[in-house]
């Protein structure tokens, strides 16, 4: 059966390369070999990720899936089991009917959404930049980013499931499709708690009028339909709803956890509750201060603004809270390299995420680290920084426009007319 996951795999990557040729890019014979290279390449990795255990699988991913095969799996899922959201429940209690070894199939679904991630990291670029070369740069960085090839391929981790949909959900609300945009948000949100640092975007959205408020009325709506089908098979209504409440008591009371978060830099102080709730109070005030910077700004925000504003929420909410991992900036990591393909200033984020994320992961994958994570909080910083940068950059007022230096000008009317 593990010729069936790889034959699997080969499929995934063909449906990579069938999405660029839905996007018309692939239409010389040069890019088609150099794709078809690329993405032999990014799937021969994950292939050899593949057999791979860790103990988050051996402890908690493989236990479920038995705990379903052996108690008929859909018919289970009114048993309290895990800490992971209904959505996710669902792939393994189908996982728990297949012959194929489920570790292979918990990460063939990352690896899946691994595609979806890069592809609509790659349509979020095209708003900015027609040109098919910097959008395959894109698609094909964010598939060979080395976080997003460990998180799913080698740990199996469901980061890139989240953070797909969430860039997709950008995308269609960027491009007048409200209500798919927030159904893809919602998706975001019903498979992992993590999606609340990208989702504050959905603010901007509306300060821009991608948005009406009447849509976000549909967030319940779809989240409550998303859910039905385990409330229908047994599961309390109330247990769908209150899971992610009542999973934050399962994260662990440590102010941090491998994690370039700003408690890296305190790591050997005394975990207190005063000092979480310093972090907490801190995050949500960087949030409405992003957030009141946009609404301010709001007729000046360009394509570039908006993803420059999702990168500062990716990045630094999670890196002022406590209690975070080290896999938690997976959506500034692919954010990140959007942003770089559209804005050359944020270029070096490409290279200080990935930076901080890695010590992380070096940290539990070899459980020793490579150097102490708070190296990662002050490469964060500098991201942070230079997000701040462009996206004041990209919502100068028009009053101030005669103020700026002729290259300035320039820069903004290049960047404008891109729009």
């Not at 991608?210 to 098979?233: E, G, I, M, N, S």
């Not at 305190?266 to 409405?288: C, H, K, Q, Y």
């Not at 942070?384 to 990209?394: K, N, Q, T």
């Amino acid at each position: 059966m593990d010729l069936v996951a790889y034959l699997l795999l080969a499929l995934e990557g063909c449906f990579a390369l069938w999405l660029l040729r839905r996007a018309g890019l692939l239409a010389s014979r040069r890019t088609l070999v150099v794709s078809a290279v690329l993405t032999a390449a990014a799937f021969v990795l994950r292939g050899l990720c593949l057999p791979y255990e860790t103990l988050d699988y051996q402890n908690f991913l493989s236990q479920w899936v038995a705990f379903y095969r052996e108690n008929l799996g859909f018919h289970s899922l009114s048993y309290p089991l895990g800490n992971y959201n209904i959505p996710y429940l669902y792939f393994l209690c189908f996982f728990s009917y297949l012959p194929i070894r489920d570790l292979f199939l918990i990460k063939l679904l990352s690896i899946f959404f691994d595609v979806l991630l890069a592809f609509g990291a790659m349509k979020l670029v095209s708003l900015c930049d027609s040109r098919g070369s910097v959008q395959l740069t894109c698609f094909f960085s964010v598939l060979l980013l080395p976080t997003v090839i460990l998180n799913g391929a080698l740990w199996g981790q469901c980061d890139s499931i989240y953070a797909a949909l969430a860039l997709l959900g950008l995308w269609l609300g960027l491009t007048g499709r409200p209500v798919w945009s927030m159904l893809m948000f919602t998706l975001s949100f019903g498979f992992k708690l993590q999606a609340v640092f990208l989702m504050p975007i959905m603010a901007v959205l509306w300060f821009r009028g991608d948005y009406k408020l009447r849509h976000f009325a549909l967030f319940p709506v779809f989240y409550v339909l998303l859910v039905l089908p385990a409330v229908l098979l047994g599961k309390p209504f109330m247990d769908t709803l209150t899971l992610y409440a009542s999973q934050t008591g399962s994260i662990g009371s440590g102010l941090n956890y491998n994690s370039p978060s700003i408690y890296a830099f305190f790591w050997r102080s005394p975990e207190t509750a005063d000092a979480a709730n310093l972090g907490i109070v801190g995050a949500f005030t960087f949030m409405l201060t992003v957030l009141l910077f946009c609404f301010l700004r709001r007729r000046r925000l360009n394509v570039r603004a908006v993803l420059a504003a999702a990168l500062l929420f990716a990045v630094g909410i999670p890196f002022l809270l406590p209690h975070m991992h080290e896999r938690y900036f997976f959506g500034g990591d692919v954010l990140s390299v959007v942003l770089a393909c559209c804005a050359p200033l944020c270029l070096p984020t490409v290279l200080l995420t990935q930076f901080a994320s890695l010590l992380g992961y070096h940290a539990y994958l070899k459980m020793k680290y490579l150097l102490y994570v708070d190296h990662g909080s002050r490469a964060l910083i500098v991201t942070l920084l230079l997000a701040l940068v462009e996206l004041v950059r990209d919502t100068v007022p028009e009053d101030d426009f005669e103020n700026l230096s002729k290259s300035e000008k320039s820069a903004l009317t290049k960047d404008e007319n891109l729009l």
